[in-house]
């Protein structure tokens, strides 16, 4: 089949290998310009462009989907667009050009979780189920029939990032299976009941910031939720922190303040209601990550120290 495809971040890449192995005909590959990234803020080809390219595949770039670019992609005669993470709306002109229209891959159970940051929000929520659908899109966010569905477990400590690789993988299997049931003609699209639907938007960064007067589990989801990006976040005496691994802790009560970090093995932490939390992984703005229990020999903390709440936690460092 002749396609394009557009994606941007490394969940998009698995589906972009699948369909080139598959011999699908790939005539080149949207994605968002080149941004500035990482320490360094240097400008950097997305994941998708940098294998797009080594794949011999053409790559455009552009700000926004114009009228420009509308007319290059009619030129090219691709018959499916494949939509994987792009970033950017499709006005109702792209979504009309191509015969068989434009199928997306979507990291949750769709209704559920429509929007840009499923995983992140199903964590947070404490899902314990997650899973990847191909819709045939519309002119909605994520509102498009459902062509099919797969289901994953989702582990109590998995984080965003680990999700997000297995689901890429799950998501690159069904948009093969997506295309060949096109292919074959037995594909049925079911129109979604908006009525089970949920939202995930665009994760603030105030969202990241740790109420410490939150049970351990809500705080412990945050960690969970924010890893890789950017990063469930705090204070500690005007410093910014970064929390990326915690664990409840067997202690049933505390009766420490909120925030408070308690004496004893393991640098924990007073939550709210009287629970309490473990940190196993933490890193002070300007350092390396390290374990908590480094940190404790380190002199980073002391028992008795309190980490900010919501309302006192700095910006977090990149």
């Given amino acids: 089949m002749r396609l394009a495809f557009l994606g941007t971040p490394d969940f998009a890449v698995p589906s972009l290998l699948r369909l080139h192995e598959a011999g699908h005909s790939i005539l080149f590959a949207l994605c968002r310009p080149d941004r ?11 994941p998708v462009k940098q294998r797009a390219q080594a794949l011999g595949i053409s790559v455009l770039q552009p700000e926004r989907i114009d009228q420009g670019v509308i007319t290059q992609v009619s030129h090219a005669g691709a018959e ?6 792009y970033g950017l709306i499709l006005p109702s002109a792209f979504l009309a050009l191509p015969r068989r229209g434009c199928v997306n891959v979507h990291a949750s159970l769709l209704p559920r979780w429509r929007g840009a940051s499923p995983i992140v929000h199903a964590i947070l929520q404490g899902d314990r189920t997650i899973g990847v659908t191909t819709i045939r899109m519309d002119e909605g966010i994520d509102t498009g029939p459902i ?3 797969r289901e994953s477990p989702l582990g109590e400590a998995e984080t965003t990032g680990e999700a997000e690789s297995r689901l890429s993988h799950l998501g690159a299997d069904l948009l093969l299976e997506t295309l060949d049931r096109m292919e074959q003609g037995v594909l049925q699209p079911k129109p979604q009941d908006s009525r089970e639907a949920s939202y995930a938007p ?6 990241a910031r740790i ?4 049970r351990a589990l809500t705080i412990i989801r945050q960690v969970n939720a924010f890893n890789p990006r950017p990063g469930a976040g705090t204070s500690y005496r005007g410093t910014s922190l970064k929390i990326w691994g915690a664990a409840l802790c067997a202690t049933s009560s505390v009766s420490a303040p909120s925030g408070t970090i308690l004496p004893g093995q393991g640098l ?3 939550c709210g209601s009287g629970s309490c939390i473990e940190l196993l992984e933490v890193q002070m703005e300007g350092r390396r990550r390290i374990s908590g229990a480094e940190a404790l020999r ?3 903390f002391e028992p008795g120290g309190c980490f900010g709440k919501l309302s006192d936690s700095v910006s977090h460092q990149s």
């Fill in 147 to 149: 062509l099919l569905q």
């Fill in 298 to 300: 380190g002199r980073w």
């Fill in 268 to 270: 924990r932490v007073a």
């Fill in 211 to 214: 109420a410490w007067d939150a």
């Fill in 80 to 85: 499916l667009a494949v939509v994987v993470a």
């Fill in 202 to 207: 665009k994760i603030r960064p105030e969202l």
């Fill in 36 to 46: 500035p990234a990482g320490r360094g803020r240097r400008v950097q080809a997305c």
